[in-house]
């Protein structure tokens, strides 16, 4: 690797470059560069997190609120455990005030995830017809927050690839309307491109609040963005939780 010299202005940082290399393709050399040169990715490693999409939960949550002291925190598909990690701080403020409630922050996965200081993790389908159980077991009641990074393997067919996000999404919403608190939040990743109009309508059906949005950690040549939904009332819908009516 090479770095840019530097324009003689002292302030502006160095850019890392990447040579080619035999048997890598342009592309992921193209990705590792940026990756070397992110500004969230080196802020990540700094201050310890898993990765950059931490800083994402955390311009969220600053945004919205939702990672209160004391809450119950559900993270679906949780690998690498960057969003467990900021939700751990974010609802046990013991630290900054003893008063304040100690909260819980459950991950689960399909794969084994290494361990996060706070959290409780578990290897876990959430498309189980148990897990819903399984998951109220553990926090030992209902959760006030079901958050979600997850994104479906990339086909390389853009209209394929949102449509299968579309459905993991639309299915953690379906988990989230059997394990929320009425009240409750529901946070997840989605790709814009129209095919989610259906779950749109779910939202704001089964909650007070929607908002979509592209927090600052986002690249920008991304289409991902996310649905903040709050105040869950499903439960408030005749016939139970989530219904259509």
């Known amino acids: ?18 040579k080619t290399a035999k048997g890598r393709k342009l592309s992921s050399t193209l990705w590792l560069e940026r990756q070397l040169n992110d500004p969230y990715v080196i802020r990540a490693k700094k201050e310890g997190y898993r990765g950059r999409a931490a800083f994402k939960i955390l311009e969220l949550d600053d945004r919205y609120g939702f990672l209160k002291p004391g809450a119950r925190v559900v993270d679906l598909g949780c690998a690498p455990g960057g969003w467990c990690q900021v939700a751990v701080v974010r609802v046990n403020a013991l630290a900054q005030n003893p008063k304040k409630p ?21 290897v876990l389908d959430f498309l189980a017809d148990d897990a819903d159980e399984k998951v109220k077991g553990w926090l030992g009641g209902r959760a006030d927050v079901v958050m979600s990074d997850m994104a479906a393997a ?24 059997d394990v929320l608190e009425d009240g409750g939040t ?39 963005k996310f649905v903040v939904a709050q105040g869950y009332r499903g439960r408030e819908i005749e016939g139970g939780a989530g219904r259509e009516d």
Not at 164 to 171: C, N, P
Not at 190 to 208: C, S
């Open 1 to 18: 690797m090479t770095e840019k010299p530097n324009s003689g202005r002292g302030q502006r940082e160095l850019r890392v470059r990447v």
């Open 102 to 122: 100690v909260g819980t922050v459950l991950g689960v996965d399909l794969q084994e995830v290494e361990p996060i200081p706070g959290a409780e993790i578990h």
């Open 154 to 177: 990339a086909s390389g067919h853009k209209g394929t690839d949102h449509l299968r996000i579309v459905a993991l999404i639309e299915a953690a919403l379906a988990f989230a309307f």
């Open 186 to 224: 529901f946070v997840a990743k989605v790709l814009a491109g129209g095919a989610e109009i259906e779950m749109q309508t779910m939202l704001k059906r089964n909650f007070r609040k929607v908002a979509n949005v592209k927090p600052p950690a986002s690249r920008a040549d991304s289409s991902e």
